[in-house]
């Protein structure tokens, strides 16, 4: 049996009912997620079995219908047909890159009704500069020129934004310009080619400033990356409390902690408490993601074998909050691709926003620790989380 949960791109994702759990009353499904493809011609999904072994829970709330489905196969495939329409139309965005402009109106519509497979007529939209407003598109030649721009013009455009970086004081409205016409590039590239992050660092240095990790995560999810400290100040005080239980006076790293919070207990510190002992409550050790350095360790020693890290480099090494620090650096790959980022805060948000742009998996031994800052703190995902994140979850909202 099947139940359709969440979606992805438009299309409802499906999950096979593991188990249905009722406590207090309240009921919840614990399932094995699926993602589905439409088959047209057969007015049914095809499922596949997501990578993730890991199974879910969600609740009534969350199901994009109340009547279960029974999956049958076809072909060799694994077909369920749903008994109510499950597009959702809200996210159904499908981008499209075409080589050239079609001559015409009439041409474009029928080049996007036959790659698209649309069945029904549509009329052509296009957000005119001038009123800052979408009109009706009766002629090509209205079609915003940049949309339209060969590869060649964009990587000259990259290559001139290389040369600003360089400068001691870069122009960083052109940055900006030039980021946002550029974007098509950068993702085609990250995408298809998948190049090692220290060949984006020289191709496109401006994605690894503060500045340009917010516009490009707002490009990519349409949220602002900031969104990450509200959703984390919003659970503070209780995820705090959590780490004052009686389980975790035997963890020395969660004991030193909170004596050193409760030294001082302003914001920002109690921000870096969070998510320095978050990887402890989820039963994962920190040790991975972020490694301590005095000012005269060679850093290189540290670094080595650290896929996604961060990088402390502090007077005191035993001090799990320093007042200050020497450098907060961001390792990816085992090369420091940002310095200078203040905090352990600043860090963290920043780490994600490059892990969402540059298409790079969570490690493994802290899968949990960023499905909480994915999914609870920055609101991502939230309808469906892994047991263990749906027990934290539940004791952070109660």
Known sequence: MFLSVGHTSGLPDFGKLVKIVVVSSKVSFLI???????????????????????LVIVELHELNGYQPLYPYQKAGKLMVTSKAFLLHQAQDIRKLRLDSVPDSVDDLKLVLKNKLQLRSSFDLQYEDEDFKDFCNLTCVDDLPKDKGRDSRS????????????????????????????????????????????????????????????????????????????????????????????????????????????????????????????????????????MKRCEPTDPEEDFIKGMVIGILLVVEDVKEPLPVSYNDVAIVIEEKIVMRHLADVPNAVVNLMGLLYMLNLDYPKEMKYTFEVIQRLFMGIGSETCTPRVYSLKNKLLS
């Open 32 to 54: 094995e997620p699926y993602h589905a493809w439409y088959m047209e011609h057969l007015r049914s999904y095809e499922l596949i079995k997501k990578q993730s072994s890991e």
């Open 154 to 289: 964009l990587q000259e455009d990259r290559e001139k934004m290389v040369q600003e970086m360089r400068k001691t004081t870069p122009n960083l409205a052109y940055i900006d310009d030039a980021m946002n016409a550029t974007y098509a590039l950068r993702r085609q590239e990250i995408v298809e080619e998948e190049p090692p992050v220290a060949e984006m660092t020289v191709r496109w240095p401006a994605l690894f400033t503060e500045r340009q990790i917010a516009k490009e995560f707002t490009r990519l999810t349409s949220m602002h990356i900031n969104k990450f400290y509200e959703g984390l100040d919003s659970h503070l005080h209780k995820l705090l409390q959590l780490f004052r239980l009686k389980r975790f006076e035997e963890v020395q790293e969660m004991t030193s902690l909170m004596e050193s919070l409760d030294k001082d207990a302003s914001n920002q510190r109690k921000r870096a408490a969070a998510l320095q002992g978050l990887p402890w409550y989820m039963k994962e050790n920190p040790s991975t993601l």
